[in-house]
């Protein structure tokens, strides 16, 4: 049992920055400051910060086993341009590298027994992606899907929605990320727990 869930975990050290596409999640816009000015125009993608976190568990007859996972990372190599108009979105070779080390810690039945380190690196080909946008009140955005990838995701990412703020010239967009599903790990069900603040910033 301790053996599936430890490669479960491993999968998780991964995946923490996939954000699966197909289960349920949520996003929170509360981050970040107020709105100003308009986004319209042609801006460089300056870079991609993330602050992940996974939160897996399962329980075999008496023992709940569980492990909890932490990655933060910053984009470097940064390439591409995002153009705004009117309600929609064009990406042009949008790409980058990050690496970073996933730092993972073991329970059961709340007694830590074990941690690990996993440095983990990744490149983002440059790729392009195009989709629709609205402005939400007065400081917010929501992407209807196709933005910018997070970590291993594809370029259709699914819908996001980001606190934005344009200072000069940089845009900066927030967003806090939140996403729970149940996995089938050799026949154990696992729940997932997954979260994220995003910062991305744009400049001119």
């Not at 993330?50 to 007859?61: C, I, L, P, Q, R």
């Not at 929609?88 to 073991?106: E, H, P």
């Not at 955005?141 to 200072?167: C, H, N, Q, R, W």
Request: hydrophobic content about 35%.
């Amino acid at each position: 049992m301790k053996y599936s869930f430890v490669k479960l975990t491993l999968w998780m050290l991964i995946s923490v920055t996939i954000f699966s596409c197909s289960k349920e999640h949520s996003i929170d816009t509360s981050a970040g400051g107020t709105g100003s000015g308009s986004v319209s125009g042609t801006w460089n993608f300056a870079g991609l910060s993330a602050n992940t976190k996974s939160d897996v568990s399962e329980t075999d007859g008496t023992d709940v086993v569980r492990a909890i996972t932490t990655a933060d990372y910053s984009t470097t190599n940064n390439k591409g341009t995002i153009t705004f108009a009117t309600n929609t979105f064009t990406g042009t070779g949008i790409g980058y590298d990050l690496s970073t080390t996933a730092y993972g810690k073991f329970y059961t039945n709340g007694v830590l027994e074990d941690s690990l380190d996993m440095p983990f690196s990744f490149t983002l080909p440059p790729g392009n992606s195009s989709g629709s946008y609205k402005l939400v009140g007065t400081d917010s955005l929501y992407f209807t899907g196709g933005f910018i990838a997070i970590g291993l995701d594809s370029m259709e990412s699914k819908p996001i929605g980001y606190k934005y703020v344009i200072s000069g010239n940089k845009l900066t967009l927030t967003s806090k990320f939140t996403n729970s599903f149940q996995e089938d790990d050799n026949g154990i069900m696992a729940t997932v727990k997954q979260s994220a603040d995003i910062t991305v910033v744009l400049q001119k």
